[in-house]
């Protein structure tokens, strides 16, 4: 050490990391001589070329320094890199720093120990940020770098997200020289309702011995995801809920209650449009609904539901009731989902019941309608099924319509009787709106399977009687006072038949009947006491019903001469010059005239 001046370093080693803080040091130098003296100091790695002008130190204090004797001064040095010709270089590096005065034309030397580290790894994450939906896991892959010619051991560290959302958060590798790795970070995303929607920033950590932590930043961005809930209670209705007695009252709208859960990892908001299922089929627009839905109102109408909130709101349909059939069936369909999260984006809504229904009952009862409509069946069948079945043969008016005849006989006063050739004999009363049915042949025991057919009905000058003709020949007198019916059946009989109310024509009550001769008109006298037959032999017979010397089994039908044998197809009572005749017309065009007074 020379005598003219001392030199001192502050430290005999120093630790140094590439790329991280400059490793400082200094030197002093105290001048011993006797005058003034300038000093200057250069660094110089163990290996390295000298260059004029060093780039990886530098002198926080001034190059060069001119004390006065026994003074001293102090060179401040930071390293801030390692000498280009030893970059990469891992390892104890002598620095020699070289102090000289030109005045002294002197020099001396001060031994460093530089412990080199090696530079830090290089880091690049793929992603900035990383973006996951909730329920999925992601892989955070991050590319490390060793630029060193030595290998390193290190471990990567990865904070900022919470510990539960990671399967592992630290590597530990090792990088051979020059090397690349690319390490992955698997990360879970929990369901929507535990991942809130957003940023979350995170760092990756080089973690090595002696040295000083590298990281790297970036963001991991949770998607909106996940969808609400929507359940109805109930689903389906009938209003009213109870049906009533005698009328449906319809006093309320129906109410559904609608609950919305949000299962997402956002804030919603928004509103549901609900409309009425229409149906195009062929039915509905032949038979159009009597009931009209008037208004579907959402309360509230607009849906805000926080983070892993509920909501209840309500649906209120107002219709109008029909008030006959069996009812009407309604369904109403989400049609829309307008439910935004906080960032604007579309959240699913999951609608356990789609559709809700709606039977709305009339309000007058089905069980009332229904006995309406038998009562109107049987309504119908009294009025048109009591009628006649088959073809009319003959109508008959009664002879005298009046007030007095209504009083004494309500059966007989304003009833016009028809005949039918299945045998029907109804009574149609002119001042009533139902039919009477007075007389069947289900009366004649001999009756055959088949009916017979009416031909001809009259009524007897005093409205009491109606005569009725038949196409085998029968003839019944029907009495209104007591209600039931006489029959007149006559046969041929030989002359000398020992009978005692033998006759050329009786009456007689057995099944002997003479079918062949069809009953083609009656006529009754203007007494009412005889009864004149037209038939299809050509034969006129007359009855006479009064007579009190005859009994009923001797009743005699008597044969009226004068006729040819011709069908008698009409016969009728006439006068001339005081005296009564029978007019008959019949086959091929006849017309006889019949003196009663000489019978």
Known sequence: MPDQFRTYISQPSLDFCPGGSPAKFWVAVQNNSSGYASFQLNLKAAGAEETNSPTWYRLVTADSYT?????????KVEILSLPPDREGFVGILCLQAHIYSPELNDADCQILKLAVTGLPPELALHEDPFKANPDTQVQIAVDVKNPNDQPISMALHLNGLPPTWL????????????????ITFPCQIPAASASPQGLYPFAVEVLQANTT???SIANLE?????????????PHQQVPATPGRWLNRHRKPATYKLTYCNQSNTAVQGDIAIQENTSNSFWRKIFPRQTK???IEHVPERINLPLNADRATQINIKYSPPWLGWGCYKEFQFQEYQLNSSVEAPVDVHNQTPTLSLDILPVIPRWLQGVGIISL????????LQGHQAT????????????????????SAHNVVSGAQNGTLLAWPLRDNFLWLIGQNHLNPFNPPERKAIEVVRYSPDNTKIAVGFKNGEIEIYDWEYKKFQRLLWDEVKADNQDPCYAEERFIDSPRIYKSDRVYDLEFSPDGDVLYSAHGSGRILKWQLFDQSVTVECLQAR???????????????????????????GQRNHLTLINLENL
């Open 222 to 234: 949770v998607l909106p995801g996940g969808q609400v809930e929507l359940a109805c209670e109930p």
């Open 67 to 75: 004390i006065p004797p026994k003074d001293c001064i102090k060179f």
């Open 559 to 585: 044969y009226i001469s004068g006729v040819q044998n011709n069908t008698v197809a009409a016969i009728t009572l006439v006068e001339q010059d005081g005296e009564p005749f029978l007019a008959a017309a």
């Open 293 to 295: 839905i008037h208004q």
């Open 377 to 384: 069946i049987l309504l119908i069948w009294a009025l048109l």
């Open 167 to 182: 399967v592992r958060d630290q590597v530990d590798i090792i990088l051979a020289p020059k090397d690349i790795q690319t």
């Open 213 to 215: 932590t590298d990281s």
């Open 392 to 411: 009319i043969k003959h109508v008959e008016f009664p002879h005298q319509i009046s007030l007095e005849s209504d009083l004494q006989n309500n059966l």
